[in-house]
């Protein structure tokens, strides 16, 4: 498969949850995939690996969570240490996304789509976290000339 069509899986990773997407670079988009618990602040490596055997990517992204002065925050390392145990169990290329604002955003977006559906709060709260992750790799594409345009610039061009 051609760089460009690689299939990437995003993680935005948290001591109780890591919320997963999985994206297309190719078409520069992603989806909410699933929320994986954590166990004593342990990832469930049992269910990455699941995931990586079923979705076979090129390529893992992270997301760093940073103040918004760009300054490092007590989750930093703990990101990062994931991402490095990522790449050193799957033996995967490994990139980091800035996240700030990923799961403000991400709850913004859930609300607008629920509009309050009476879902309950462990839901939301596992949604939260596949968005995010879907927030993040989106992110990353974007910073990466991966975006996609949308059909009113596509109209535009033609």
């Known amino acids: 498969m051609t760089e460009s069509g690689r299939t990437l899986l995003g993680f935005d990773y ?10 297309q ?4 988009t992603s ?13 469930d490596w049992d269910a990455i ?16 969570p940073l103040n918004m002065d760009g300054t490092e925050q007590p989750m ?18 490994v990139y980091h996304a800035d996240e700030r604002l990923s799961s403000v955003e991400a709850g913004h977006l859930l609300r607008e789509t629920a509009a309050d559906s009476g879902t309950r709060r462990s839901r939301r ?27 009113r610039d596509a109209a535009e061009e033609s």
Do not use: M
């Not at 929320?35 to 602040?41: A, G, K």
């Not at 990062?80 to 290329?93: D, I, K």
């Open 125 to 151: 709260r596992r949604e939260l976290d596949e968005v995010a992750a879907h927030l993040i790799l989106q992110t990353w594409f974007s910073q990466n000339g991966r975006e996609v345009a949308s059909p």
């Open 76 to 93: 930093t390392e703990s990101a990062r240490r994931f991402a490095r145990r990522l790449e050193g169990r799957y033996r995967l290329p």
């Open 14 to 23: 948290g001591t109780k949850h890591i919320g997963v997407a999985v994206g």
């Open 25 to 28: 670079e190719l078409t520069g």
């Open 49 to 64: 690996t699941l995931l990586i055997e079923d979705w076979r990517p090129a390529a893992l992204v992270v997301g760093i």
């Open 31 to 43: 989806t909410p995939l699933t929320t994986l618990p954590c166990r004593n602040e342990n990832p």
